[in-house]
């Protein structure tokens, strides 16, 4: 089993929709979780940072982790094109000299 | 605005032919990481340094190396190029003890 599952899609939905992006893991140690976004050609970019168990909200975009299943997921509210990009999750345990463990990412593409 | 700069993002390299990829920080991070990204595959981690001189494997450290020589500089070796390292090889930052990395805009590699 991988430690970091997460379904490369391709997901394809119009302007307006609830997007909802997930990760399993299979690492109970891990602590700290975060979702990346990467454009086409370009470097991926922090998006979304959680530490332990929970919701984080931020304008359009919550996290949510939930240690007890190994689940984590981000949702897009009210989702734009320029939405569209490849969504990474990432997970790290708390533990020095480690380093983030990267799901495979998904592909989102919004249409207008 | 913080930046990682990648010196090439693309470079074509004929097999056997000693590499050099380099990465430069300006934002005084500690750690350093090169990951790979390839279809199907993900962001592989190669070698990451959380200090100057210093270096640790990742998952896939296999035919390359790394140097440290300077705290804002990390450099990725592929001593002997060969196909099968045709890929994205992204590059990323952070300070110590922090999960939110600052990356790259990547080097498309390839290699025939």
């Known amino acids: 089993q991988k430690e970091v599952e997460q379904d490369p899609g391709p997901l394809s939905v119009p302007e307006g929709a609830i997007v909802s992006l997930n990760c399993t893991y299979s690492?109970?140690?891990?602590?700290?979780f975060m979702w990346y976004r990467q454009y086409s050609r370009k470097g991926p970019e922090l998006l979304m940072y959680?530490?332990?168990?929970g919701n984080k909200e931020d304008g359009r975009f919550t996290a949510q982790v939930d240690k007890s299943s190994k689940y984590i997921s981000l949702f897009i509210r009210d989702s734009q094109p320029s939405d569209s990009a490849t969504y990474l999750c990432a997970m790290v345990p708390n533990q020095a000299g480690t380093a983030l463990i990267f799901g495979k990412g998904t592909t989102l593409s919004v249409s207008s | 605005d913080v930046k990682v700069t990648q010196s090439s993002r693309y470079l074509v390299k004929r097999t056997g032919e000693k590499v050099f990829l380099e990465c430069v920080q300006d934002?005084?991070?500690?750690?350093m990481f090169w990951y790979r990204q390839d279809p199907g595959l993900g962001l592989r981690l190669i070698y990451f340094s959380y200090d100057v001189k210093m270096k640790e494997k990742g998952d896939i450290p296999e035919g390359y190396s790394v140097s440290r020589e300077k705290k804002e500089r990390f450099s990725l070796i592929l001593e002997s190029a060969s196909t099968n390292q045709t890929s994205m090889y992204l590059c990323a930052s952070s300070f110590s003890g922090t999960y939110g990395y600052t990356f790259g805009s990547g080097t498309r590699l390839t290699v025939v």
């Open positions: 934002m005084d991070h500690e750690n």
């Open positions: 690492n109970s140690a891990f602590q700290y």
């Open positions: 959680t530490y332990s168990s």
